[in-house]
């Protein structure tokens, strides 16, 4: 791999922004203003931005790219080929998709079809653009998904390992309505089918907190990360802690949130929420963690586009300082995943880079290096 100088760029540091060059030698950031270049290729980025490239600890999108209408499903070669291109013009050079293990809801949330998926994926990152990793979200009223679970696991398959509980009357769901009303939009389900679904989850509910211990054993053996789900209250802090989770991904109000940071967990809310300035589910607002300094990651959520837009939403409002804003998508989401090659730009760090042209909602990433190769140039300057 031929090193490259980048020049005449905005570095985006840990505490300020910095007008320099850069050098990439062997997939690596090697220094920055160097002495010596030798032969490197120059890539004159005219002054634009330059930042890490972007994590995203949690998105649904690769769901959506295998099954575009519910019953219509793609090859999942090409659904994986798909998802990894979006991110790279995205940004996004480190993404966790997230697959749901939920066998008794429909479409791609199936535990034998989200492992098909998750295999594929992992086959995919062969000849990838970026670092696509697996995030399985194991619904904990499901009896049949931890041995499915704990295949992927040993296969190395999965990159992370959240619980949720989609039961109503808790955590995004606080009331059956509300979770009727979801399974009636995504799935066109009946009102025969929700009601089996609710019995089937009350039913199981009784086993759950085994098969979470279970599970969360297994993934500390592979060194795979835990993560919390729509958390409602300290107390479900607590019990997550507890198993060893390391991130409390949408608390749905500020006092669990709150907790959330005290216990050391990180917390992760959704970029879309902040571009929408609305929850989905009409809980906490991201902006409002964000002035309530208990945010610490931003995440696709539903949509990878929606990820660089929200961090300069948030310079452009003065909400935030740019290297404090582009903590919550680059070192803040590396550290909670416990990604320590990656994050900063820092002499010695994984050459993960994003070159930034335009502003606002049209700030694109013109320029894509993923571990010191350039996968995306979309215009010159």
């Known amino acids: 791999m031929k090193s490259q100088l980048l020049t005449n760029a905005r570095l985006v540091l840990e505490d300020t922004v910095e007008q320099a060059d850069l050098l990439i030698e062997n997939g690596a950031i090697s220094a920055i203003n160097p002495t010596t270049t030798g032969d490197s290729e120059r890539v004159d980025l005219q002054g634009c931005l330059l930042a890490p490239g972007l994590i995203d600890l949690h998105c649904d999108a690769?769901?959506?790219?295998?099954?575009?209408?519910?019953?219509?499903?793609?090859?999942?070669?090409?659904?994986?080929?798909?998802?990894?291109?979006?991110?790279?013009?995205?940004?996004?050079?480190?993404?966790?998709?997230?697959?749901?293990?939920?066998?008794?809801?429909?479409?791609?949330?199936?535990?034998?079809?989200?492992?098909?998926?998750?295999?594929?994926?992992?086959?995919?990152?062969?000849?990838?653009m970026v670092d696509n990793r697996?995030?399985?979200?194991?619904?904990?009223?499901?009896?049949?998904?931890?041995?499915?679970?704990?295949?992927?696991?040993?296969?190395?398959?999965?990159?992370?390992?959240?619980?949720?509980?989609?039961?109503?009357?808790?955590?995004?769901?606080?009331?059956?309505?509300?979770?009727?009303?979801?399974?009636?939009?995504?799935?066109?389900?009946?009102?025969?089918?929700?009601?089996?679904?609710?019995?089937?989850?009350?039913?199981?509910?009784?086993?759950?907190?085994?098969?979470?211990?279970?599970?969360?054993?297994?993934?500390?053996?592979?060194?795979?990360?835990?993560?919390?789900?729509?958390?409602?209250?300290?107390?479900?802090?607590?019990?997550?802690?507890?198993?060893?989770?390391?991130?409390?991904?949408?608390?749905?109000?500020?006092?669990?949130?709150?907790?959330?940071?005290?216990?050391g967990l990180s917390t992760l809310f959704g970029a879309p929420n902040i571009l929408r300035n609305a929850s989905q589910s009409g809980n906490m607002r991201a902006i409002e963690a964000i002035k309530e300094q208990v945010a610490d990651c931003l995440c696709g959520d539903y949509s990878p586009a929606a990820l660089l837009p929200a961090v300069l939403h948030l310079v452009d409002t003065g909400q935030l300082s740019l290297p404090e804003a582009f903590a919550l998508v680059t070192r803040n989401p590396a550290r909670a995943a416990g990604l320590d090659d990656r994050g900063v730009i820092a002499p010695g760090k994984r050459a993960d880079l994003i070159a930034i042209t335009g502003s606002g909602p049209l700030a694109q990433a013109s320029h894509v290096w993923s571990q010191g190769k350039e996968v995306l140039r979309w215009r010159t300057h």
């Open 134 to 263: 697996i995030h399985a979200r194991y619904e904990v009223t499901d009896e049949t998904a931890p041995e499915i679970l704990n295949g992927l696991l040993a296969e190395g398959a999965l990159q992370m390992l959240s619980f949720m509980d989609h039961s109503p009357g808790q955590g995004q769901f606080r009331d059956v309505e509300a979770y009727r009303n979801y399974l009636a939009k995504t799935y066109k389900t009946t009102s025969d089918d929700v009601d089996a679904i609710l019995d089937h989850k009350r039913a199981a509910a009784r086993g759950a907190m085994a098969r979470m211990e279970g599970l969360a054993e297994q993934a500390r053996q592979y060194g795979v990360p835990l993560a919390s789900h729509d958390d409602d209250s300290p107390e479900k802090v607590a019990v997550l802690k507890g198993l060893g989770a390391r991130i409390s991904e949408f608390p749905i109000n500020l006092e669990t949130a709150i907790a959330a940071r005290e216990s």
């Open 62 to 128: 690769l769901e959506k790219e295998a099954e575009p209408r519910p019953g219509v499903h793609f090859p999942f070669e090409f659904a994986s080929a798909l998802a990894d291109k979006r991110n790279a013009v995205a940004g996004i050079t480190t993404v966790y998709h997230a697959l749901s293990f939920a066998n008794h809801e429909l479409g791609v949330r199936n535990n034998t079809v989200a492992a098909d998926l998750a295999r594929a994926m992992a086959r995919h990152q062969a000849s990838a």
